[in-house]
């Protein structure tokens, strides 16, 4: 992994008392571990800045089909946005003014970041440039899961610019890699989406929803980037899940035949399996 090579030196240390001012830093390890600490810094302030705007999608997008977003908290009205983020966008989730519980469950969202960060640590070595892209539409797919598990769609709202900067990032991506490793992740994305859209036309509501479709466009091309094999691991590691929970949840007796399972939540799983298998 890419964070634990640097061991933790004491910043300074081989630094004599009477340093001159515009002394440069000495030796390659001084560099490396500032720069470790620089970077730990970055994610701390990135995941403290993401994690409050993830709530709020997560939030704001969990309504029915034709309601309006949400603003404030459903039991007492009191607005929530980023002007006055805490406590209703923090971890334990509760409305500032009457105490209610809003929005995705206490911890969620802090624990999604956090395997979000492990993933593209473990992926920083071998990502070929993706890892931008990777990121990005990790910032988008999570919220838009937590919608998809509160009330069973993937909004237009964060599947569209999840799939909009994937292809861009990974287009950018390409221009320092393979340009071909581009067009299937293109061909990989819009195949991917026809076919869960194609499903939706034959079956209804049998099939997958649109929102899945557009969601398979962002899946589709960060799959195809890494290759066939991989595209082809992670459809299957999404299906085996669904179908896994599905037998579990009909043997409980939790669910019936014709119960509709999200299935966002199986293509993210599905997509950080097969990313972690490849490598
Ligand atoms: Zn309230």
């Not at 403290?48 to 309601?67: E, F, I, K, S």
């Not at 406590?87 to 500032?96: D, E, Q």
């Not at 009330?151 to 610019?161: C, E, F, N």
Request: charged share 10%; glycine share 12%; with cysteine.
């Amino acid at each position: 992994m890419a964070l634990t090579g640097p061991p933790a030196a004491v910043p300074g240390r081989e630094n004599p008392p009477d340093r001159s001012p515009a002394a440069p830093p000495t030796g390659g390890t001084t560099d490396r571990v500032s720069a470790a600490a620089r970077t730990r810094l970055s994610t701390g302030l990135a995941i403290l800045t993401v994690v409050p705007l993830m709530r709020m999608a997560a939030l704001r997008y969990a309504v029915p089909p034709g309601m309006p977003s949400r603003t404030g908290c459903d039991a007492c009205g009191a607005p929530i946005g980023l002007t006055r983020p805490w406590p209703a966008l923090g971890p334990t989730a509760r409305c500032g003014r009457c105490r209610t519980r809003v929005g995705p469950p206490p911890g969620v969202v802090e624990v999604a970041v956090l395997a979000a960060v492990v993933l593209l640590l473990a992926l920083a070595g071998s990502s070929g440039g993706a890892l931008p892209a990777l990121a990005w539409w990790l910032g988008w797919t999570i919220p838009a899961v937590l919608v998809d598990l509160a009330v069973h769609r993937l909004p237009d709202r964060l599947t569209l610019p999840a799939a909009a900067g994937t292809w861009l990032l990974l287009g950018v991506a390409a221009l320092d890699a393979e340009p071909g490793h581009w067009l299937r992740a293109v061909i990989a994305g819009v195949g991917l989406a026809l076919f869960f859209a194609s499903t939706t036309l034959l079956l209804g509501r049998r099939g997958f929803g649109l929102g899945d479709a557009k969601l398979a466009l962002s899946v589709g091309a960060l799959l195809g980037w890494y290759g066939w094999p991989v595209l082809v691991l992670g459809l299957l590691l999404a299906f085996g899940l669904s179908a896994l929970l599905s037998v579990g949840l009909l043997a409980a007796r939790r669910a019936h035949w014709n119960t509709h399972l999200p299935f966002g939540p199986f293509l993210l799983l599905g997509t950080a399996g097969a990313l972690l298998l490849s490598l």
